[in-house]
């Protein structure tokens, strides 16, 4: 379990410094697809050796070469998940087939994380970030969470749906959650943390786009692909403000 507290601290520090989230999704003709976060926390290495080097131990390289899927970690933790509620565990087993890869070098200053996983429909990805939050159910939860607390509880439901003529992305606000988390004394400590960092999203598509309701979007030469960048205040503060829709080509 080292492992896993060490990456759960890393993403600590990267939360701490300018940081880059890409939300990725790969279509296929027949629906299905590839889903996966990309974390970019390059810009705390050089300034964290001291503090990983204490996590890794006296003489040991402050390097991560890693992957593992959910799957293996939850089989380490079965005990603990058979104490949950029937419903928690569904929500788990949601992330069985995520695969968590790590690479971090302090000597290149570069810190890599990719969590991602396979889907038959892409709505089968419905609340997929905010599902995480359910591993700190787990005793020890939080030092075996590589998306850390923040990432995909930012107060919303997220669905996405494609029929092969639209695709929507689709984030609805809960209200009593952000009033709950307007009393929160912490916020104003959040929106510091955050206020440097970026989340890009980046769509591939089995057909041309025709339309996108989104302004800002960057398409591809090939126009099956779409960029749209936000600041990561407004993916935690206005998660609707990420909401577009695409029409595709006959």
């Known amino acids: 379990m080292k492992i896993y507290k060490l990456l759960f601290f890393t993403f600590l520090l990267t939360a701490l410094t300018s940081c880059t989230f890409t939300e990725n999704i790969y279509i296929n003709d027949n629906g299905t697809g590839k889903f996966f976060i990309d974390v970019d926390g390059s810009a705390f290495m050089g300034m964290a050796g001291d503090q990983l080097g204490s996590q890794m131990g006296a003489g040991a390289k402050n390097d991560i070469d890693s992957t593992f899927t959910f799957k293996q970690l939850f089989s380490e933790?079965?005990?603990?998940?058979?104490?949950?509620?029937?419903?928690?565990?569904?929500?788990?087993?949601?992330?069985?087939n995520f695969v968590v890869t790590t690479k971090m070098n302090?000597?290149?200053?570069?810190?890599?994380?990719?969590?991602?996983?396979?889907?038959?429909?892409?709505?089968?990805?419905q609340d997929i970030l905010q599902t995480a939050g359910t591993l700190q159910k787990l005793e020890g939860g939080s030092s075996i969470n590589p998306l850390g607390s923040g990432l995909g509880d930012n107060n919303s439901k997220l669905s996405y749906t494609y029929d092969g003529k639209k695709f929507s992305r689709k984030a609805v606000i809960n209200q009593q959650k952000v009033t709950e988390k307007?009393?929160?004394?912490?916020?104003?400590?959040?929106?510091?943390?955050?206020?440097?960092?970026?989340?890009?999203?980046?769509?591939?598509?089995?057909k041309k786009i025709k339309k996108i309701s989104n302004p800002n979007a960057l398409f591809s030469d090939d126009r099956k692909s779409v960029t749209i960048q936000y600041s990561f205040t407004d993916y935690m503060e206005n998660p609707d403000k990420l909401n577009f829709d695409v029409e595709f080509e006959k």
């Open 106 to 125: 302090a000597e290149k200053k570069q810190f890599l994380m990719t969590i991602a996983t396979d889907f038959k429909n892409v709505n089968e990805l």
């Open 182 to 206: 307007v009393k929160d004394s912490a916020a104003d400590m959040s929106k510091m943390i955050y206020s440097s960092s970026n989340y890009i999203m980046k769509y591939h598509f089995p």
């Open 77 to 96: 933790k079965k005990d603990s998940i058979a104490k949950l509620s029937t419903e928690a565990q569904k929500e788990i087993k949601k992330l069985e």
